[in-house]
């Protein structure tokens, strides 16, 4: 069966969940995987990889699996009023649950891809400025963030790089002002899905480990003025959306 894994690392799962191998507990070797359930070797070894890249266990060489403490996942505020207010949202939450925030940036012109186009509303090749963000919460990794801009939008102004020059640093809706256009509102879409090498590197994680993706866009009115993936590790953080009612 193609996914026999999924069923055994479903399983291994739940008794981890449920007490029966508590954190330091070692958890069924490859062979005792093979034996339990009656399954092959390549279907014990893709069962613990799964564990692993969920940061339910880790991998010793030559000693087996071990379950790792539950860890407690940061929380990343989705709230307009957060950004209406200035500053930065996510140096906010950090600070309010009492990790130091800090985070470096890059930003380069690009062309932009065929997906990137068709969400900023603009010609696949058309030029675009792309900023790669990585935050960190007591200097542990905590998300990762790609950016890009029109640059037939923002080339040539005050804010044509995002971190740099005297409106760097700004959130999109304040820089997006400086040039006249009034952000009215924003889209976010969540999605889940494995790490890519680029990812797993920033964040520090396993490449293929599970990772939750927002990919945000801003607009003014319908005209779309940046757009942009954000990566959080599934096992550190959650987004947390604050909505108003009426």
Known sequence: MAYLYIQVADDLRQRIQSGEFPPGA???????????????AAVAIKALSVLVAEGLVESRPGAGAYVLPPR????????????????SPFAGDMETQGKT????????SDA????VARRLGIAEGDPVMRTVYVYTADDEPVQRAVSWEPYGLTGGTPIAFPEDGPHGGREVRDRMAVIGITVTHRREALSSRGATVEEARDLGIATGAVVTVLRRTHLADDRPV?????????????????????
């Open 26 to 40: 070692q958890i069924p070797t490859r062979e005792q995987i093979n034996k339990q359930y009656k399954v092959s």
């Open 72 to 87: 407690q996942r940061l929380q990343l505020s989705r709230a307009w009023h957060r950004e209406v207010r200035g500053g």
């Open 101 to 108: 925030p800090r985070w470096r940036a890059h930003s380069r």
């Open 112 to 115: 932009a891809t065929a997906e």
């Open 226 to 246: 940046e757009t942009a993936d954000i990566v959080a590790a599934g096992d550190r953080a959650e987004f947390v959306y604050v909505l108003p009612i009426g």
